[in-house]
């Protein structure tokens, strides 16, 4: 739901679920995001593979060519301290650019393309299935004194893909274009004593 850079910790619950959980039937999955410190400090990665990496499938080495194919992905953090010790900040960008391998064809293995027209044999095939991905995320970290502690980020994750492409005769033109938009905010005041957390969240 947020760029990996922004994970600070993260645990997985299968057992023993609190409350706040509710009817759960498998495993929770919980994450703390990162803030800002008294250092600023940034990361960068970027991994990225093409056709050329791996081996072509059985239609690729009956047809002579690979079909491009890639997949690549890239972010890069930046924090650190806008007043020493009270206010900080944390921006993080991820994004993802992945063209999947999709075998069209008719019928199974034994199929003879020969028999289709034309038109159609030029369906017939190695394909490709977009997806893109941008997220960002944003997070001021305020420690007013000893007691108090108010936070704000802000995610946004932007996708699009094209789905239902291959593994049988479904073509690019058959597939499903598909969008997905969220952004959230959260604002979070929390207020802590000797015995006890007050946790609230807008």
Avoid at 38 to 56: C, I, L, P
Avoid at 121 to 134: I, K, T
């Amino acid at each position: 739901p947020f760029p990996q850079l922004a994970n600070g910790e993260y645990k997985v619950l299968s057992s023993n679920y609190k409350a706040e959980y509710d009817q759960i039937s498998s495993a929770a999955v919980t994450a703390v995001t990162r803030s800002g410190t008294n250092e600023f400090e940034g990361q960068f990665f970027w991994d990225y593979t093409t056709n050329k990496m791996r081996s072509a499938t059985f239609s690729e080495e009956r047809n002579g060519r690979k079909v491009p194919s890639s997949e690549e992905q890239y972010g890069a953090s930046y924090g650190g301290p806008i007043i020493k010790d009270k206010l900080f900040f944390f921006l993080t960008y991820e994004a993802k650019e992945i063209e999947r391998l999709r075998d069209v064809r008719i019928g199974d293995a034994a199929f003879n393309a020969a028999l289709l027209t034309p038109e159609l044999a030029s369906y017939v095939g190695g394909s490709n299935a977009p997806f893109e991905q941008d997220m960002y995320f944003g997070k001021l970290t305020w420690q007013a004194n000893d007691d108090h502690l108010i936070e704000f980020s802000a995610k946004r994750r932007t996708e699009e893909e094209l789905t239902g492409i291959g593994d049988g005769p479904n073509t690019p033109n058959y597939g499903s274009s598909k969008t997905n938009n969220s952004t959230r905010l959260d604002l979070r005041w929390q207020w802590s004593g000797a015995n006890w957390l007050n946790d609230a969240h807008l």
